[in-house]
């Protein structure tokens, strides 16, 4: 299954100074990311670029190799590119939560992030934190990674973006709280993760009322998502990945 075309961005927002935020698009390896950091400026956005190098490097090496070795976590659900992609993840946390340890508290960086794995026409999906992705497909959008973070404790949905502060996430804990998705993709599907100064603001509905508007191009619909999302308030960073099959 290949990819027919895609769009990546990534603003710091109406507000903000720094971007914390980033994305990923590795083609050759089939590999995409998104990451929401967090930690102040110089720091949440240093956290970010480090978490991604780290991620690259290792799962490059093994992806795709059954001759590989995984050293922090096999299950035999997944391929060996979601075994490697979260192995990559498990490696990037353990490297920064010992710079985190070393730091003192008003230093210490990390992020959420959804990582996608790509291996024929299945994906594996692997999300930490506060970001979120959605398969549109045949006229329907369904969520593929829920965020890990305070939205299941309130009682209001127009209030959500008062409660997407990441419960997981890279140098946040000991051990790297994370959830795994597989998805077999077909013909015409649509994958976007955004993270939360996107979707904290929007509805399912109307993210798929966005993606299934013909005139736009990609590009455009991302940023009609974000400039949504700015008119409701929104003060955080925005990326947003689509991936169009």
Known sequence: ???????????????????????EIDLINQLYIIFDGFGGSSIGDKAVQEIKQTIKNFYTKIGGDPD??????????????????????VYAHEELKNKNTKAEMNERGGASCIAVA??????????TGNC???????????????????EFL????????????????????????FKVSEVRIKEEDVLILLTDGVYSRLSPEEIKFTL???RPSDGQKVKELFKLANSRGNMDNQSTILLQY
């Open 1 to 23: 299954m290949k990819l027919k075309s895609y769009s990546a961005h990534t603003h710091q927002g109406p507000h903000l100074q720094i971007n914390e935020d980033d994305v």
């Open 68 to 89: 590989a070795t995984l050293p922090f976590y096999f299950s035999q659900k997944y391929l060996i590119e979601g075994n490697a992609l979260v192995n990559a993840m």
């Open 118 to 127: 790509q291996s024929e026409n299945i994906l594996t999906i692997v999300g």
């Open 132 to 150: 979120s992705g959605f398969l549109y497909r045949n006229g329907h959008i369904s969520q593929v990674m829920s965020p890990d973070n305070m």
């Open 154 to 177: 309130g009682q209001d949905e127009y209030l959500k973006h008062f409660l997407s502060m990441p419960m997981s996430g890279f140098g946040l804990f000991d051990d790297l709280h």
């Open 212 to 214: 299934e508007r013909k």
